[in-house]
Nanobody, 124 residues
């Protein structure tokens, strides 16, 4: 079992930055791919970014490329999402997920472990 906990969300003005953290407890985080997803009110959960186990190769949705950076510190069992140049449309609840598989789908069944989410609000 892996337990995930997100932190770092908050209220920020457009153009600002936030760094989200996803801390894992339980099994070694290094054995899992980790993804960040977000869900805005009335919308489906969508893929944001992912970082792969072993290689730390990354993947991003086009809308955040060049603005967001995902990274991992396996020694701290933590994955980060650095978000710069934030826009009002980035407002959502952000979730991290972990699994040995990989999918861009935000469906809960595609990732074995999910955190509870952290709210990010970007004001214009």
């Amino acid at each position: 079992q892996v337990q995930l906990e997100e932190s770092g969300g908050g209220l920020v003005q457009a153009g600002g930055s936030l760094r989200l953290s996803c801390a894992a407890s339980g099994r070694s985080f290094s054995n899992y791919n980790v993804g960040w997803f977000r869900q805005a009110p009335g919308k489906e959960r969508e893929f944001v970014a992912a970082i792969f186990r072993y290689t730390s190769t990354t993947d991003y949705v086009n809308s955040v490329k060049g603005r967001f950076t995902i990274s991992r510190d396996n020694a701290k069992n933590t994955v980060y999402l650095q978000m710069n140049s934030l826009k009002p449309e980035d407002t959502a609840v952000y979730y991290c997920a972990a699994d040995s598989r990989y999918s861009r789908s935000g469906s809960r069944g595609n990732w074995s472990y999910w955190g509870q989410g952290t709210q990010v609000t970007v004001s214009s």
